[in-house]
């Protein structure tokens, strides 16, 4: 019996001595992502999409992949998406007019390219979005209107309308008496800015519905997806590695109404003049099918 009771205590202390089985990896707790070399979508890293991205997972060929509750493959066929070929580090702000700015159009780089021709093969729609032009804004001409018809609030007649005015004053004078006109000349007044307010009330309405749209991804409505190419480079082969190759890695990130519902990260690899841009767009674009 003591030796029974002396083993029922081994077991006992071995419980608490043994570590507890690791979770899915994921890539905020890697040392890549603690690197500050390493590059980071902004997106990703706004809305810490790395602290849920795990590594390989089901149904995919990514490294890393995020999905939030909200992901559905069904609902982004049938709604589509507004593809926003993003920048080349983490200081950029995800606005494509400005990336376009400084590195030239996207869209033509084999990353991006193979990255949307594959999004499109799985039954997703996709378009680009239309840059506004600088100081563009549809409501400068109801703007003018609006600051027009304010000035005419309880401001006095002029031209016409003032000679208006005092032909209708100087008849209710001569029928009705100078108390009589002054009380009508002010209901009139009265009514008139009535009608000038119910014009002001409805540009302001309209304005507010019309304001310039946002360039940004996040503020848009309905789905956007955003890439981004963190970095592409060459190895010439070393002693140990004689064959050169050349690797690219890149992330994405889908948002449905500014928040996120899937991202990927992926390293591409190819051997002397192989693509590792169109490959890394390729293999990206099968974070769609990942698996619950």
């Known amino acids: 019996m003591r030796k029974a009771f002396a083993l029922l205590a081994v077991f006992a202390s071995l419980a608490f001595t043994v570590p507890a089985v690791a979770g899915p990896k994921v890539f905020k707790e890697t040392s890549d992502y603690r690197k500050d070399s ?8 706004r809305y810490d999409t790395y602290a849920q991205m ?9 490294d890393w992949a995020f999905k939030s509750a909200d992901f559905n493959l069904a609902e982004i066929r049938k709604a589509g998406v507004t593809y926003y070929a993003g920048g080349l580090s983490t200081g950029t702000n995800g606005n494509p007019y ?34 506004p032009k600088a100081g563009d804004d549809p409501t400068r001409a ?24 005092k032909a209708l004053f100087d008849e209710d004078k001569t029928k009705l008496g100078v108390s009589e006109a002054v009380k009508n000349s002010n209901a009139r007044k009265t009514e008139r800015n009535a009608k000038i307010q119910a014009q002001v009330s409805e540009l ?19 789905f956007s997806l955003v890439l981004y190419l963190m970095e592409s480079g060459v190895n010439a082969g070393s002693y140990f590695s004689p064959v050169a190759t050349n690797s690219t890695t890149a992330e994405f990130i889908l948002l449905k109404d500014g928040k996120p519902v899937l991202a990927g990260r992926h390293c591409a690899v190819s051997a002397m003049f192989g693509s590792s841009t169109s490959k890394c767009g390729q293999k990206l674009a099968t974070a769609f099918n990942i698996k619950n």
Do not use: H, W
């Open 98 to 131: 400005l990336d376009f700015a400084l590195m030239g159009s996207f869209y033509g780089n084999g990353l991006a390219a193979a990255f949307e021709s594959q999004v499109m093969s799985l039954g997703i729609q996709v378009t680009r979005p239309n840059a």
């Open 54 to 62: 795990f590594a390989e997972p089901k149904g995919t060929d990514v």
């Open 38 to 45: 390493e590059l980071k979508g902004y997106l990703n890293l």
């Open 204 to 222: 302001e309405a309209k304005i507010a519905k019309t304001k310039p749209a946002s360039a940004n991804p996040e503020d848009q409505p309905g």
């Open 142 to 165: 109801d703007q003018a209107k609006l600051a027009s018809l304010k000035a005419k609030l309880d401001a006095d007649l002029a031209g016409m309308d003032l000679e208006m005015e």
